[in-house]
């Protein structure tokens, strides 16, 4: 009797650190719509955004696919924001010419120039961006991965119609 109920307090303890224990490698795939930008638009165009985090790495590879947007891609990112909210961008997936702001930071892939395409990429520490109102540090990786598995980040596609972002997903 004391061996069962010491083998099954040793299955609850493993049990309950495997749950508090960030998972070292997954991938997380959204798709990216319309209706979930702010404010809400009715944008015929769909997209994938596929990230693959390596926390033993310190990496985040991804895959973004967008396609039919309305106007000409931009620029597209990664935001840290809860869901219908708009915040900071983090990470660059990728920029264009065509950028009200600019096409990204030193290394930002080009964009696949029209309506329509797919960007593939690795982002390190060395890719955060800092947003200082929401206290992301350049270079913490870690904390943008911590704000992605939490569901407070987004990743969302710019175009020339909708500068503020056309499609977009929460990360989840």
Request: aromatic share 6%; with cysteine.
């Amino acid at each position: 009797m004391q061996r069962l109920f010491l083998s099954s307090a040793v299955c609850a303890f493993a049990a309950a650190v495997a749950l508090a224990t960030p998972a070292a490698a997954e991938t997380v795939t959204v798709q990216l719509r319309g209706f979930e930008e702010v404010p809400v638009n009715v944008s015929p165009a769909t997209g994938s955004l596929r990230l693959f985090i390596n926390d033993r790495a310190g990496t985040i590879d991804y895959e973004l696919t967008y396609d039919n947007l309305v106007g000409t891609v931009t620029q597209s990112h990664i935001h840290v924001g809860q869901m219908s909210v708009n915040g900071g961008i983090t990470l660059w997936l990728c920029g264009t010419s065509f950028s009200a702001t600019t096409p990204g930071p030193a290394g930002t892939p080009t964009c696949p120039a029209g309506r329509s395409g797919t960007v593939t990429g690795t982002l390190t520490a060395a890719n955060v961006q800092p947003i200082t109102a929401q206290l992301v540090t350049a270079g913490d990786l870690d904390d943008v991965i911590r704000a992605i598995r939490s569901g407070v980040a987004y990743g969302n596609v710019h175009s020339t119609v909708e500068l503020g972002g056309e499609i977009r997903a929460q990360l989840h």
